[in-house]
């Protein structure tokens, strides 16, 4: 096994055919097939089955998959650290709001670490950027997307608070009830309008324009608000998560990029990454 091979493998995996990966990996595609196959022989099992517009991973295929991600990225990193020189690569990178710090810090870890010379420029999902990780309704034209995430919104309820007692919250009890609103969030876009047709008057204690200050007021009980159900906000001991009863809050997040971009450098690598990520949230 050797990396060359490892490389063909991750191309095919994210391409999902073999002549897409030979064109991604600028080699002929017998070469390729080739370097496949003779991974399988090496690791005595079938990694892909072959269709006539495709392939679909197998369960080894989709094992190897995680595995030859980090070992990539740590022989990038190893042949990085060994480069006096290195030629800066800037990348803007749009993001949304309320994305959860540890998850996404995990991604730009990987992201960062796997590219030469990589300057991360974190930016607004409105500005200018090589690629942005946004929810599909703010998609542009000429954009693909990729998903990464997909949540569910939940109310964050004071520790203390008498409905956190409850296993789920109706629509009739945010009548009146203190309420933390957050702009943007699009869950509240969601839940607003229904409110509003059911003449539910929440009441509105403060604006916030991000998840962090408005967990804060919950946790000082001065409201509840929406946020996404994270692993991270479950651990807290100073604010519960109720879903609601009545209407399903979801969003998917994922990456946009342009759909005429070339699958080398870093939009390529961190396509990879966010497919990764992906995946490791499906098993």
Known sequence: MDIRQL?????????????????ACNVAQPSLSKALQQLEDELRVQLFVRQS??????????????HAGRMLSQMQSLRASFRHSVTRVQFRL??????????????LREFTTGVDGLELHLVEP?????????TPR??????????????????????????ALQEEISLAQMQHLAVIKRTPCEAWSMLYPELVRQGIQPDIRADIHTIEYALGLVSAGVG???????????????????PLADIALERTIGLAYP???????PLGWLQHVCRQTALQQSN
């Open 224 to 242: 509840c608000a929406l946020a996404p159900d994270l692993d991270s906000l479950r651990e807290r001991q100073d604010i519960v998560l109720r």
């Open 138 to 163: 703010m998609l542009k034209a000429g954009e693909q997307f990729l998903p990464i995430w997909h949540d569910r919104f939940v109310v964050a309820l004071p520790a203390g608070h008498p409905l």
């Open 53 to 66: 517009r495709g392939v679909i991973p197998t369960e080894d295929g989709e094992r190897l998959y995680g």
């Open 7 to 23: 490389q063909y493998f991750v191309a095919v995996y994210d391409e999902g055919s073999i002549s897409a990966a030979a064109r």
């Open 94 to 107: 749009g993001l949304i709001r309320a994305l959860g710090v540890e998850r996404m810090s995990q991604l």
């Open 259 to 265: 759909r005429n971009h070339s699958d080398a450098g």
């Open 126 to 134: 409105d500005d200018e950027a090589d690629a942005r990780i946004i």
